[in-house]
């Protein structure tokens, strides 16, 4: 169990208020029966239906790779958002999926358009947050973007 499951037992917080909190995160993604779509598939699988979904609803996203590779010299080369050393990288973990989508604003600016940062984690279908390092990471990358106004979630396959 998480570090978040046994926080929410020692304060007795209901199960219904806690799965709340999970869906605002962006954490919690009910289980999969067997028979449903996607079951038994991929990462992979998931992120391609991100992308079709998204692409569908006019958002256009693309893939972030994350890592690091030696030159020709030898020296690393670190890639992908967030990922400009190890350390940083052991806290904050960018999403598979990285785009924009156009908004329109407020009424006072009717008629104007602009971009919102958008990220998405990708998952196999059934997984659950379980706040072990790495998606603590993710979920910080994710806590950063939608609190400076743009739109990061987990996904199972759903945009």
């Known amino acids: 169990m998480n570090d978040l499951h046994e926080w929410a037992r020692r304060w007795n917080v209901p199960l219904e208020m806690f799965r709340d909190l999970q869906t605002t995160l962006g954490t919690y993604t009910p289980p999969l029966p067997p028979e449903a779509p996607g ?5 992979a699988w998931a992120q391609s239906v991100v992308r079709l979904e998204a692409s569908e609803k006019g958002v256009k996203l693309f893939r972030n790779n994350v890592g690091v590779l030696e030159d020709k010299t030898g020296r690393p080369v670190r890639y992908g958002l967030g990922n400009d050393s190890p350390k940083m990288n052991e806290v904050i973990k960018s999403g598979d999926l990285i785009g924009i989508r156009s908004v329109e604003i407020t009424p ?3 008629g104007h358009r602009f971009g919102q940062f958008v ?3 990708c998952k196999s279908p059934g997984w659950q947050y379980t706040g072990a390092g790495r998606e603590r990471a993710q979920l910080a990358w994710a806590n950063l973007i939608n609190s400076m106004g743009g739109m990061a979630f987990f996904s199972t396959g759903r945009f």
């Open 39 to 43: 079951a038994g598939k991929s990462e």
């Open 119 to 121: 990220s998405v984690e």
């Open 108 to 110: 006072a600016m009717i």
